[in-house]
């Protein structure tokens, strides 16, 4: 099992930034990546961005890439969303998962471990 605590969500307006954080634990050595997901009402969960936890590669959604920045700390076992130049359509709940596969790393459904979510919202 892996223990999942999200924090840095609120309301900001358009342009201005949040960073998110997501601190594991439990059997953390099962994860091969960590995601951020987001799901907005009346829509689909999507992928926002993923890093592999040993060799920290990253990957993001074409909406977000050079907006967004995933990292993460390996000694903390927290990984962090740097959210910039946000925008309305940004509004959603924020999720971090664990997956313990190496591939498929956009697909929510193969993410075992979720956080509680944190809201983020963007006004215009």
């Known amino acids: 099992q892996v223990q999942l605590v999200e924090s840095g969500g609120g309301l900001v307006q358009a342009g201005g930034s949040l960073r998110l954080s997501c601190a594991a634990s439990?059997?953390?050595?099962?994860?091969?990546?960590m995601g951020w997901f987001r799901q907005a009402p009346g829509k689909e969960r999507e992928f926002v961005a993923a890093?592999?936890?040993?060799?920290?590669?990253?990957a993001y959604a074409d909406s977000v890439k050079a907006r967004f920045t995933i990292s993460r700390d390996t000694v903390k076992t927290t990984v962090y969303l740097q959210m910039n130049s946000l925008k309305p359509e940004d509004t959603s709940v924020y999720y971090c998962a664990t997956s313990p596969r190496s591939t498929s790393l956009r697909d929510y459904t193969l993410y075992d471990f979720w956080g509680q979510g944190t809201q983020v919202t963007v006004s215009s």
């Open positions: 439990g059997r953390t050595s099962s994860i091969y990546y």
């Open positions: 890093i592999n936890w040993g060799y920290g590669s990253r």
